[in-house]
């Protein structure tokens, strides 16, 4: 696990910090797995063979909505809460993205972690505390990160108005 971690509720004490995630191997098997599960037979992505032959890589690399929906997992390691705890501690909710670029291609077989640093924390009405985080993913031993963006995600506490 990451050294150090924070809480949705503790945030605010921790802005302008910045928390790493550990490392995530990005495999063949974890990319056919989301291009079987979103329909997507993109050859760039799960035909080795075609890739060595046609890709400008000369291998499969990761689907950009992959290396995005590894954000949830690596954020998780650096921002605990309860999963399955009591509701009535408050319950975290992604609010979308202000800016999100993918940046460089994450190759087969490449190492990924996530970068997460609190930007802001403020109440967005009673009950919702709107955190903003900045990231980026890097790839191990590249000079560009796969993805850079803002994340925004809310803290929803009991009786709060969705």
Same mark, same amino acid.
């Given at each position: ?56 890589? *000369?291998? !499969?690399? &990761?689907? @950009? $909505?992959?290396?995005?929906? /590894?954000? =949830? %997992? ?15 501690? *408050?319950? !975290?909710? &992604?609010? @979308? $993205?202000?800016?999100?670029? /993918?940046? =460089? %291609? ?32 890097e790839i191990e ?14 803290w929803i506490t ?5």
């Amino acid at each position: 696990m990451p050294s150090a971690t924070f809480t949705p509720p503790t945030a605010h004490t921790v802005v302008g910090q910045t928390f790493t995630s550990d490392w995530l191997l990005v495999d063949q098997r974890r990319i056919n797995v989301f291009g079987a599960n979103t329909e997507d037979p993109d050859p760039h992505h799960v035909d080795p063979a075609y890739c060595a032959e046609h890709s400008p890589w *000369g291998k !499969p690399i &990761s689907f @950009g $909505f992959l290396t995005i929906s /590894l954000l =949830a %997992p690596m954020m998780y390691q650096v921002c605990r809460y309860p999963l399955g705890g009591d509701p009535n501690e *408050g319950y !975290p909710a &992604s609010y @979308g $993205f202000n800016r999100l670029r /993918l940046v =460089a %291609p994450v190759l087969v077989d490449s190492r990924i972690r996530g970068h997460f640093t609190v930007r802001d924390v403020r109440e967005r009405k009673p009950g919702q505390r709107l955190i903003t985080i900045e990231l980026s993913v890097e790839i191990e031993g590249g000079d560009r990160p796969a993805l850079v963006g803002e994340w925004e995600m809310l803290w929803i506490t009991p009786g709060a108005a969705a």
